[in-house]
């Protein structure tokens, strides 16, 4: 092999966090891209799991993240002094917005559930955008503006086609029933929605090569991966199965990273006497117990006040996924010297460049 070939694979590959498997496994999103193939192959996700099994597949991963941002908050280091209302006054304010969405859920809560539903794919390519700039920074992809800004565009195209096309939420939800059941605004919709899927279907590879043949360089695997694997979960499975294991999938996505973190923070510490799994298992345990007592035991204590076990269950969830959009916004920025940055930084020549990512 040349040392042109050598030094293009080693570009392909990227500079991960950890092993090369797991970043790419998981962080990535290969896994539930080989998880999508088999549940399109064997007809929905209940045929490969089954239903029993779907509650503990959300709790260890979906709900956990959930409380992942919030431990991530509290833990890093700086978090109080930077973020005053976000660490000690945000949190009295949601639950505060959460009694007043359970008091009135036919007015708010029924729109409080709309926002969070048309949120969270949002959330979701932001996520896949911020993980596919800090890949390329990280690996040596000096991404520039305009490359930035089309790698943003490809990677919203999923969301916007949830935006278009699902039901009670997004257009649904915003533009009265009447207005979008005319026939202009009917074919409209329809086609617009094709539109967005193809979209999003064909500029995933044409932004890699055109990255590819700018000056930003080779755009590591990992970081298309991630965008990829957002789109497939919206755009392959069905409606069902892409509400539910998309939440899975960007859950397991994110307690990857968001340890990773975790652990390269606290073994750079001085007088840190503990190894890399000890962090990585107290950082998921602890937040898997809080994810018990949000989704679990909170509503709960709306219950014994006397309202419906499933009104509180919708709003909490509904409250608990806005509080992590909202936390997330700020606590994975990348100003100069704050540790995140530090971590991405590492080993790289990218530290004039990195953006925030989404």
Not at 1 to 28: C, E, K, N, Q
Not at 29 to 49: C, D, E, M, P
Not at 90 to 111: A, K, N, Y
Not at 267 to 294: E, I, K
Request: one cysteine or more; hydrophobic letters at 50%.
């Amino acid at each position: 092999m040349s040392t042109d070939s050598r030094t293009v694979g080693v570009a392909l590959r990227g500079r991960t966090f950890g092993p090369l498997a797991v970043d790419y496994l998981l962080i990535g999103g290969g896994l539930s891209l080989l998880f999508t193939a088999l549940i399109v192959s064997r007809g929905g996700g209940a045929a490969v799991l089954g239903y029993a099994s779907l509650p503990y597949f959300l709790l260890l991963s979906n709900a956990t993240h959930f409380a992942a941002s919030t431990v991530r908050l509290y833990s890093k280091p700086g978090t109080f002094q930077s973020l005053p209302f976000l660490t000690l006054i945000f949190p009295l304010v949601s639950l505060l917005v959460l009694t007043l969405m359970i008091w009135d859920p036919e007015r708010l809560g029924i729109h409080f559930q709309s926002l969070y539903l048309t949120w969270s794919p949002y959330h979701y390519a932001a996520q896949a955008y911020g993980l596919a700039v800090m890949y390329s920074y990280r690996s040596g992809c000096m991404l520039s503006a305009g490359n930035k800004k089309l790698l943003w565009w490809v990677s919203m195209f999923p969301f916007l086609f949830n935006f278009v096309t699902a039901p009670d939420v997004g257009l649904s939800w915003l533009v009265p029933e009447n207005v979008l059941a005319g026939p202009a605004v009917a074919a409209g919709r329809v086609w617009l929605g094709r539109a967005l899927w193809a979209l999003a279907v064909l500029t995933p590879p044409l932004l890699y090569v055109t990255v590819w043949r700018s000056k930003s360089g080779v755009m590591p695997l990992i970081s298309i991966m991630a965008v990829i694997a957002n789109g497939v979960w919206f755009l392959v499975l069905g409606p069902l199965d892409a509400f539910v294991w998309a939440t899975v999938f960007h859950g397991i996505q994110y307690l990857a990273i968001v340890i990773v973190f975790h652990v390269k923070e606290r073994m750079s510490q001085p007088g840190n006497r503990h190894g890399r799994t000890y962090h990585a298992l107290w950082f998921y345990g602890v937040s898997l117990v809080l994810a018990v007592g949000l989704f679990n035991l909170l509503p709960m204590a709306y219950v014994f006040a006397g309202v419906g076990k499933v009104q509180a269950m919708l709003m909490v969830v509904a409250a608990i996924n806005i509080h992590h959009f909202i936390v997330d916004a700020y606590i994975w920025r990348l100003k100069r010297g704050d540790g995140n940055r530090e971590i991405i930084e590492t080993g790289t020549v990218a530290r004039d460049y990195l953006p925030q990512p989404g």
